[in-house]
């Protein structure tokens, strides 16, 4: 028999071998055929055909395609129905597939071994079948190839990367395949099994290295413009949807087609949801009796600041809806407490209300902003996370299995995974992170950001040296997906006025949704603080700290005097931070010792400190009496997402956003002003610049280079023309950020590389420079490794001391018990009822509280159970549940190498992705390495926290 003569059947997935009949599986368990009836069905269910006629109209109208709408769907279409077709290699089947399946591969096997060219034939083809694939899918269209080698380019790549990353499309490495003899003979053979014909000058020889360097790499770089977004775009959304109906195809391989077709692949904000978070929302008593007419430009007799939050929002709307059907990015400018968050949600209710958007994703910059708004978000929308309506989604989010089953369990991870929630709350880098990493697991969430809304909060934010690129991802995301953002903060900075090269400036034209934002934050209910005094500049270290003491304490004293109790101070590292707070400590005790009656109580709060210890430290502020006497000492991690106030702050020098963030935590909610029935009492701010060692500022270990040259000049400007400064300064402060940026950027533009070549590497389709440590795209970018800690001591399971243990309680006692105490609580009931159903042979828990070294004891013998290469699955599972928990027990450090904390760190015992710190290494002494209380007791200079 001459194999040439073969034919692959496509319906039975099956090859007839001079009448035995060779199956071809895609998965152990599934034939290929029905694993692609599965894949293109969740995928047909996941694509949004507006998107996609959005980018046919785009690539016809700039002649990238010649083809009829139909032609092109159709070739997008036969992408997903060969992205297998190399599986029908006998190598692939017999040596990778089934060569663990004893009953298929010895069938296998035994049908192959009747002929006597069988050894021969698989000792000449590949079982890489993704390369293959993609060669058979070109030589299909290799007629057409040259009208449309874009738009068939990136769909082979689709295929070729669909198991492993989003290669880059204009590299020469990847983009001319290196084909080698075996993978030529995988597909002359895959090609006659397919009845798929090509021409004398074939398919390979088109793609042969050397041809490829000389016409189509050098035409395809030339004919890319390196401002022209929709091919990447096309490109990322495709390949994102192929892995992820490919991972639903395959999660359901034991499914039927039928069963597959009941499932939920996409859920979105339909009908009835939309309008039972309708109902929520405008039933808050401060939203239902929201009208236009009420609108008014007057304000300066106002005094309920109520009111002021409602203008905002009325007029925010009206704005939003006025411009929704040609605009799709909208800036938020709203004071802090201006209900910025609950005015968001209105907008995005108008946004599903005149659009066709179904899925609404907040990301915020930090982890304690998601959990300090999530509930809000919750409640005003009336959603359910256990229901799925709504989840927050980062590495510490809950997700406990108990009593489930394995598909329940699975479900859960593929949800997180592909972002598959009508609303979801994340992180900036979760989000960013799916456009500017190839890694196939991140981009499983990119094509579910189509046809959303999705809030970004606290902008300011984003690394300064990414604005151009980042800004730039923003409004071409929002052009090519169909997507509309809502960008707020109480400090927009001015991304209109960057560039995208020395010659051309941005083009957007975005919307601001408050006209004259000056009006509400100069109105006298948002003017709660003022500045106080000039500058002041003190050496502090070791040994040089005693006039800087002094001075806090002249300042604690004044206020006090005044009837102030609570003081906020703030540094620039941790290790300022727990050397003010052990100097001032003993200062105060000694204070305290002269006069009995001060009774004046400090702390400490930094990003050293666990979660738990931190959550504590804020529950205990938001219950003290106006009365008592408070300080706490600080780093910038108390700035956003901690809802605390204070009377008088002091800052060590920042850039104003931080300044902005710092004011916005003194006299917050107007305390002071009820507190002493004057309107127009503020809260004190003090401003101090502290010179570390050879005229080094503190603010210089936690700013970049960029930043120095910005926002730090910038400010130092703004301060000294004007220490009360008003809005219209904060403008004039971002108009001059974004000039200097420019700047910095046309005097390096030919000889050094500056973010601008980042927006021309994503249109260029090269994503592998996007990932560069130094010049790509970095959301969290602090040049230092980064480290995450697992400290083994106990974690209380409330706040504060409470008399009933809750593990003594059966269930309904416990959850009726825990509602009662929610406010105080650091852990989730359905964390306690986890923890509590465990059964070890320690100890997990005591009176109200978690043994963190028992739990991980726990933890890592389950993990000596499992098989991580050959049962992943598990593994997940098993890091899933236990996330959350162990997120109340792990501080993330970035620390620079030649710290001498750095190699006490690393050498400590590796554990997943966390380090191990033992109970003997815990105390307050400076012969143990860290303090529950202070954090680490070698003082180190880190300069971030994650």
């Not at 981009?443 to 151009?468: C, G, H, M, T």
């Not at 980042?758 to 990932?771: H, R, V």
């Not at 933890?859 to 049962?871: E, H, M, R, W």
Request: glycine share 2%; aromatic share 14%.
């Amino acid at each position: 028999m001459d194999f040439t003569d073969l034919k692959y059947n496509f319906e039975s997935s099956s090859i007839n071998l001079d009448g035995d009949t060779f199956f071809i599986y895609a998965h152990t368990n599934e034939y290929l055929y029905a694993h692609i009836l599965k894949t293109k069905h969740v995928f047909n269910n996941l694509i949004d055909k507006s998107v996609l006629k959005s980018f046919y109209n785009t690539f016809k109208e700039n002649q990238i395609i010649n083809l009829s709408y139909d032609e092109f769907e159709d070739i997008i279409f036969d992408c997903i129905n060969f992205h297998d077709v190399g599986k029908i290699s006998f190598k692939f089947q017999v040596e990778r597939l089934n060569s663990k399946d004893s009953y298929v591969g010895t069938i296998q096997k035994n049908i192959l071994n009747k002929f006597d060219w069988s050894d021969n034939l698989m000792d000449n083809l590949t079982a890489d079948h993704s390369l293959t694939s993609a060669l058979v899918f070109l030589s299909k269209y290799e007629d057409i190839f040259d009208e449309n080698k874009l738009f068939l380019l990136s769909l082979a790549h689709v295929i070729n990367g669909h198991h492993t990353y989003l290669k880059d499309l204009l590299k020469q490495s990847q983009l001319s395949y290196s084909i080698d003899e075996k993978t030529e003979n995988t597909f002359r053979l895959l090609s006659l099994f397919l009845g798929i014909k090509y021409s004398e000058e074939d398919i390979l020889e088109k793609y042969d290295l050397n041809v490829m360097q000389d016409n189509t790499f050098e035409f395809l770089n030339n004919d890319v413009d390196d401002l022209y977004s929709p091919i990447s775009f096309f490109y990322m959304y495709i390949y994102s949807l192929l892995i992820v109906s490919d991972v639903f195809a395959s999660d359901k391989s034991n499914f039927s087609l039928e069963e597959v077709k009941k499932l939920n692949f996409n859920n979105r904000i339909y009908s009835n949801l939309h309008q039972k978070m309708k109902n929520s929302f405008y039933n808050i008593p401060y939203n239902n009796d929201l009208n236009y007419s009420d609108y008014m430009e007057n304000l300066n007799d106002v005094k309920d600041i109520n009111f002021l939050r409602k203008q905002m929002l009325l007029e925010s709307s009206k704005n939003l809806i006025n411009q929704i059907s040609n605009k799709n990015v909208f800036f938020l400018n709203m004071p802090t407490g201006g209900g910025k968050t609950n005015t968001s949600m209105k907008l995005a209710l108008d946004i599903l209300e005149n659009t066709t958007t179904d899925r609404i994703i907040y990301a915020m910059p930090f982890i304690n902003i998601i959990e300090q708004n999530f509930d809000v978000i919750c409640k005003s929308f009336g959603l359910s996370e256990d229901e799925g309506e709504i989840r927050k989604i980062y590495s510490g989010s809950e997700t406990l299995f108990s009593n489930k089953t394995d598909d329940y369990k699975n479900n859960i991870l593929l949800n997180d995974d592909f972002f598959n929630y009508p609303v979801i709350c994340t992180t900036f880098v979760s989000l960013f992170d799916s456009i500017i990493k190839s890694n196939k697991k991140l981009k499983y969430k990119l094509s579910s950001l189509a046809n959303s809304v999705i809030i970004l909060d606290e902008i300011q934010s984003l690394p300064l040296k990414n604005w151009n690129s980042l800004y730039y991802i923003i409004n071409e995301l929002a052009q090519n997906y169909n997507i509309y953002f809502i960008i707020m903060s109480a400090t927009l900075p001015d991304f209109d006025k960057l560039k995208l090269d020395s010659n051309t400036n941005f083009s957007f034209s975005n919307i601001s949704l408050i006209n004259n934002p000056s009006k509400y934050y100069n109105h006298y209910l948002f003017n709660r603080t003022e500045i106080k005094d000039y500058i002041k500049s003190f050496e502090l270290n070791e040994n040089q700290n005693k006039e800087f003491i002094e001075y806090l304490w002249s300042i604690i004293q004044d206020n006090f005097n005044q009837g102030y109790t609570k003081g906020l101070m703030v540094f620039n590292t941790i290790k300022s931070s727990r050397l003010i707070f052990d100097k001032l400590s003993e200062f105060i005790e000694e204070k305290e010792f002269e006069d009995d009656t001060l009774d004046l109580e400090i702390n400490l709060l930094n990003s050293s400190l666990m979660p738990a210890t931190k959550r504590s430290i804020i529950s205990k502020i938001n219950n003290l009496d106006d009365e008592k006497k408070y300080i706490l000492i600080s780093t910038q991690s108390v700035e956003a997402g901690v809802d605390v106030s204070f009377d008088f702050v002091v800052r060590d020098f920042a850039m104003i956003d931080s300044i902005e963030q710092i004011r916005g935590r003194c006299n917050r909610s107007r305390e002071l002003n009820k507190r002493f029935d004057d309107e127009y009492k503020m809260g004190n701010i003090y401003l101090t610049k502290l010179v570390h060692k050879k005229n080094n500022h503190f603010f210089d270990y936690i700013y970049s280079e960029e930043e120095m040259k910005t926002r730090i000049k910038c400010t130092d400007n703004l301060l000294n023309n004007s220490l009360n400064y008003s809005f219209s300064n904060i403008n004039e402060y971002y108009a001059n950020v974004s000039n200097l940026i420019n700047c910095i950027h046309d005097e390096e533009e030919k000889s050094h590389f500056i973010d601008r070549d980042n927006i021309k590497y994503l249109n260029k389709m090269k994503f592998s420079k996007l990932m560069d440590k130094n010049t790509g795209i970095n959301i969290i970018d602090t040049g230092q490794d980064q480290f995450s800690i697992f400290i083994c001591t106990d974690v209380s399971i409330f706040s504060e001391d409470l008399e009933t243990n809750i593990f003594d309680l059966d269930d309904e006692s416990m959850e009726l018990f825990y509602q009662k105490n929610k406010e105080k609580s650091i852990f989730s009931l359905n964390e306690i009822k986890f923890i509590k159903n465990l059964e070890y042979d320690e100890e997990l828990y005591g009176f109200n509280r978690i043994h963190g070294e028992s739990i991980l004891n726990y933890y890592t013998s389950l993990l000596k159970t499992i098989d991580k290469k050959n049962d992943y699955f598990q593994f997940k599972l098993l890091q899933k549940e236990f996330s959350s928990i162990f997120y109340k027990f792990i501080i993330n450090i970035s620390i620079n190498s030649y710290e001498d904390l750095y190699s006490e760190i690393n050498s400590l015992k590796l554990i997943d992705y966390f380090r191990i710190l033992p109970k003997d290494k815990i105390g307050d002494t400076e012969f143990k390495f860290y303090s529950l209380e202070k954090g680490f007791n070698y003082k180190p200079t880190i300069v971030n926290i994650l």
